[in-house]
């Protein structure tokens, strides 16, 4: 059997671009709006469906109950980096990833570092920060030292040049904007250091640059409308 170079033969991917998928998930999700710029990015026509976490596998299409998750004609992707590949392998004439393999692999290793090292721990503040839970001082202090260890990491890779991997924007910048800033967000809501800063002198003006992309710009505006038609909701 002919290799296909592990892509779609170009009709089929064609046809698969024209279709449109269906985002589920909330703009409250930095991991939702990862995908969502991903979409905007490559042209992709789709719609956004108003879905918030929790155990409905296997009515739902995410067995591990979290957002963001993707209806394709292919059928059900959960996993935001999985999801992400997925619209690239299917998008013939647009891509967010650099052209070499060892740039792509650069890209691949910033997402993992901030999603890993930076996101994931800072994640235990989100319940505090943004849903009214009690808030504990020393689950902070240790979050802090965490995501200042994996700024560490991710100072020693990023360019911000004007874009983290360099002089083009990948997905490696979705992800870098949606989680750092909502790491940013938490610390400011809880009165923390600004460690993020701290670790990387360049980071505001990295992020103010990004909302020049007007996927993230628009990403931006819906993730401001999502936590204003909230905040009316819990005070009505
Ligand atoms: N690794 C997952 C993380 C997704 C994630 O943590 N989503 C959050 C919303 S931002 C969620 O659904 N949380 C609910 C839960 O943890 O049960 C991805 O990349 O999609």
């Not at 490559?42 to 956004?48: A, G, Q, S, V």
């Not at 995410?62 to 992400?84: N, R, W």
Request: with cysteine; aromatic share 8%; net charge neutral.
């Amino acid at each position: 059997m002919q290799s296909l170079g592990g892509r779609l033969p170009g009709l089929q991917l064609g046809g698969r671009m024209r279709q449109p998928v269906r985002l589920f998930g909330t703009p409250l999700s930095n991991y939702y709006n990862k995908v969502k710029i991903a979409l905007i990015e490559l042209e992709r026509p789709f719609t956004e469906v108003l879905h918030l976490p929790g155990e409905q596998w296997p009515d739902k299409g995410s067995p591990s109950g979290k957002i963001p998750f993707l209806e394709t004609a292919d059928g059900f992707i959960y996993e935001s980096q999985a999801i992400v590949e997925y619209l690239e392998d299917t998008t013939p004439n647009h891509s967010c990833h650099p052209a070499s393999a060892m740039e792509k692999a650069r890209c691949r290793e910033l997402i993992q570092t901030i999603e890993l090292y930076i996101e994931l721990p800072a994640r235990r503040l989100y319940p505090a920060a943004f849903w009214g839970r009690p808030f504990q001082q020393n689950l902070a202090d240790d979050v802090l030292q965490e995501i200042s260890h994996g700024l560490r990491i991710l100072g020693r890779r990023a360019l911000f040049s004007p874009w983290i991997g360099g002089n083009n924007f990948t997905h490696a910048d979705a992800a870098s904007w949606t989680h750092l800033t909502t790491v940013s967000n938490a610390l400011r809501a809880l009165k923390q250091p600004d460690v993020l800063s701290e670790g990387i002198p360049n980071l505001r003006d990295y992020l103010k640059h990004a909302l020049t992309r007007p996927s993230i710009e628009r990403a931006d505006n819906d993730l401001r409308q999502a936590w204003h038609n909230r905040n009316q909701k819990t005070t009505s």
